[in-house]
């Protein structure tokens, strides 16, 4: 298994950035693609991005294409997303998730979360 614990989250203002982080414990890093997932509030759970165990594979869902960037250091079993030019419609809980195997967009193949950390756009 894996424990993974996010931070990073809070009040930011429109058009602003929020960069947050994932740090996982427990099993090899390594085995895992990791993605952030978020869920607004009366909202099902939405995929946001995805990176491969090496990095190399990434994918996000259209609406951060281009403001959101995932990333991961291996070396310290951790996984970021930078949220840039932040809108309205980012606000939501941030889920970190691990799953063994390919990336996916799929927020059901995801066998592992965090508890989630709250990010508040405000106008």
């Known amino acids: 298994q894996v424990q993974l614990v996010e931070s990073g989250g809070g009040l930011v203002q429109v058009g602003g950035s929020v960069r947050l982080s994932c740090v996982a414990s427990?099993?090899?890093?390594?085995?895992?693609?990791m993605g952030w997932v978020r869920q607004a509030p009366g909202l099902e759970r939405e995929f946001v991005a995805a990176?491969?165990?090496?990095?190399?594979?990434?994918d996000y869902t259209d609406s951060v294409e281009g403001r959101f960037t995932i990333s991961r250091d291996n070396a310290k079993n951790a996984v970021y997303l930078q949220m840039n030019s932040l809108k309205p419609a980012d606000w939501a809980v941030y889920y970190c998730?691990?799953?063994?195997?390919?990336?996916?967009?799929?927020?059901?193949?995801?066998?592992?979360w965090g508890q989630g950390t709250q990010v508040t756009v405000s106008s």
């Open positions: 998730a691990a799953r063994p195997g390919p990336a996916t967009t799929t927020t059901g193949e995801y066998g592992y």
């Open positions: 427990g099993r090899t890093f390594t085995m895992y693609a």
């Open positions: 990176i491969s165990w090496n990095g190399k594979i990434t």
